[in-house]
C-alpha cells in the first residue's frame, strides 16, 4: 500500500498549503517532514551519570543526603528530583 507524505506550510498557507513528496521513499520522516528537534546528547549522558551516582549512593548508604554537609534531604524534593546530591543550602 502506497503512502505518500505531504508537508503543511503553516507559515506560508498560500497559494500552496501541501506540497506533495509522492511515496515514501524510506528517507528519516522527521527530516522529510521538517520537525525533528535535536536531541541532546549531553544532556542524557548528564542526566544518566547522576542515576548512577544515586545508584552507588543507595549501595553506600548516603542516599539522601546531602554531599556537602550530609544534612538530610526532605523526602519531597527527593520526589520530585530523585537524583539530587545536594540540600537546598549548597545547590
Ligand atoms: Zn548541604
Known amino acids: 500500500?502506497?503512502?505518500t507524505i505531504?508537508?503543511?506550510?503553516?507559515a506560508n498557507p498560500s497559494p500552496r498549503p501541501h506540497?506533495?513528496?509522492g511515496p515514501y521513499d524510506g528517507r528519516d520522516l522527521a527530516e522529510t517532514v521538517g520537525?525533528?528537534?535535536?536531541?541532546?546528547l549531553d544532556a542524557i549522558e548528564r542526566e544518566?551519570?547522576?542515576v548512577e551516582l544515586a545508584l552507588a549512593r543507595l549501595d553506600d548508604g548516603?542516599?539522601?543526603?546531602?554531599?556537602?554537609c550530609s544534612a538530610v534531604i526532605?523526602?519531597?524534593v527527593l520526589v520530585d528530583l530523585p537524583a539530587i546530591r545536594r540540600c537546598p543550602a549548597h545547590l
Open 6 to 10: 505531504r508537508r503543511v506550510d503553516y
Open 35 to 40: 520537525h525533528a528537534s535535536p536531541i541532546d
Open 1 to 3: 500500500m502506497a503512502c
Open 74 to 76: 526532605d523526602d519531597s
Open 48 to 50: 544518566l551519570s547522576d
Open 19 to 21: 506540497q506533495e513528496f
Open 62 to 68: 548516603t542516599y539522601g543526603r546531602c554531599e556537602v
